[in-house]
């Protein structure tokens, strides 16, 4: 099809001139006085038209040119000028206004030195002059028409394509401000209490080294959480100022700080394991950053929720997904669902801009498993 689309035009003036010729050449073989001469002259200034887009002042040249030998040889009337109208208007339409009248003025006044002078039917041949002058007219009024009419819908979609891409730049304007913004409030709001959180937690682990006792592993998880908290809050901000959000992916956290991670929440107690199956290989920067926020939070809930259980993780690196399941032995109960919260709402989502699957819900045999497929694919 893609082929056909640039050649449309041309097989349209082709059957435009092939109708043209016809036409003529039925009038041509109508005239006694006509001879194979006229009819080749006819069949040129026919052919011409192929070119009148493409050539408009060529081809009103070469039509005027071959009907005016026809009109000076056989007077066959009005249907000689057939080719040197369309040739006007073409002429018209592409702005040659001057040639285009000084031809029609040449082409009328040969015709006219032609049949009136000594001619019989004088009245009528002038009135038929008459009547391809109006026609001539009529033929540059429209060309002039349809000139201004693509003109105004070039402008038009030169302003539609403005307006789009004002919009557009105005849309980006107001994103990067509401970013700007965010960034404003989140390091107002939490570095500054982050912040005090790991100082305080710094000072008494010190402090409780110096005296020489143990230091209880809780206070070490408080001081590693708030700092690896901190470098998360930095790295969010970087990518809320950027205007590139992407570059900032990078300095997400990943399944690279799983070991770190699960570390954290055993210090806190808990009993997790982790299971890798597959070959574990370099993920996309979506999938690697979902799956690492699908372990935490879900490790987070098993902390916060499910009252001493041991969690096991599970990584399955799969030819075309990437599985992430996190299980626990807890409490809950399957004819007691729990109302999701923002943690579960937001995995969700997570999965969802994937294009992935999400399993968040009580176990049969008790406890809660959270159960992610990630697509390696490109997000969808």
Not at 118 to 128: H, K, L, R, T
């Amino acid at each position: 099809m893609m082929f056909l689309v640039p050649r449309r035009p041309l097989a349209q003036d082709g059957l435009l001139a092939v109708a043209m010729a016809v036409l003529l050449s039925v009038v041509m073989l109508s005239s006694p006085s006509a001879d194979a001469l006229d009819l080749a002259a006819v069949l040129a200034g026919s052919a011409a038209l192929v070119g009148w887009r493409r050539a408009p002042l060529a081809t009103l040249l070469v039509c005027a040119a071959f009907m005016l030998v026809v009109a000076a040889r056989t007077q066959p009337g009005p249907a000689v000028a057939y080719p040197v109208m369309v040739a006007v208007f073409a002429a018209v339409r592409a702005g040659r206004q001057v040639p285009a009248a000084l031809v029609t003025a040449v082409f009328l006044g040969a015709g006219l030195a032609v049949n009136l002078p000594g001619a019989d039917g004088a009245g009528q041949n002038f009135q038929s002059i008459s009547l391809l002058v109006g026609w001539f007219v009529a033929a540059g009024v429209a060309a002039t028409v349809t000139r201004h009419r693509q003109a105004y819908l070039e402008e038009a979609e030169q302003r539609a394509a403005e307006a789009e891409r004002t919009r557009d730049e105005a849309a980006l304007r107001r994103a990067g401000e509401e970013r700007l913004r965010i960034a404003r409030e989140l390091h107002d709001s939490l570095t500054h209490s982050i912040s005090v959180i790991k100082v305080q937690a710094g000072v008494a682990v010190h402090l409780a080294r110096r005296r020489g006792e143990d230091v209880p592993p809780a206070l070490v998880a408080i001081q590693e959480a708030s700092g690896d908290a901190m470098r998360e809050l930095r790295a969010t901000l970087e990518v809320l100022r950027d205007s590139d959000p992407a570059d900032g992916d990078a300095q997400a956290s990943g399944l690279d700080r799983l070991d770190d991670l699960v570390g954290r929440a055993r210090s806190t107690g808990l009993q997790a394991t982790v299971t890798i199956s597959g070959e574990r290989r370099e993920l996309p920067v979506e999938v690697d950053r979902a799956a690492y926020r699908i372990v935490q939070e879900a490790l987070t809930n098993v902390s916060r929720h499910a009252g001493g259980a041991a969690a096991a993780v599970c990584l399955d690196y799969g030819d075309h997904a990437l599985v992430v399941q996190v299980e626990d032995d807890g409490k809950a109960d399957p004819e007691a669902p729990p109302v999701p919260g923002k943690g579960l709402l937001g995995m969700r989502e997570r999965v969802t801009a994937l294009g992935g699957r999400l399993r968040a819900e009580p176990r049969p045999e008790g406890g809660f498993t959270v159960r992610a497929e990630l697509p390696l694919g490109e997000p969808a």
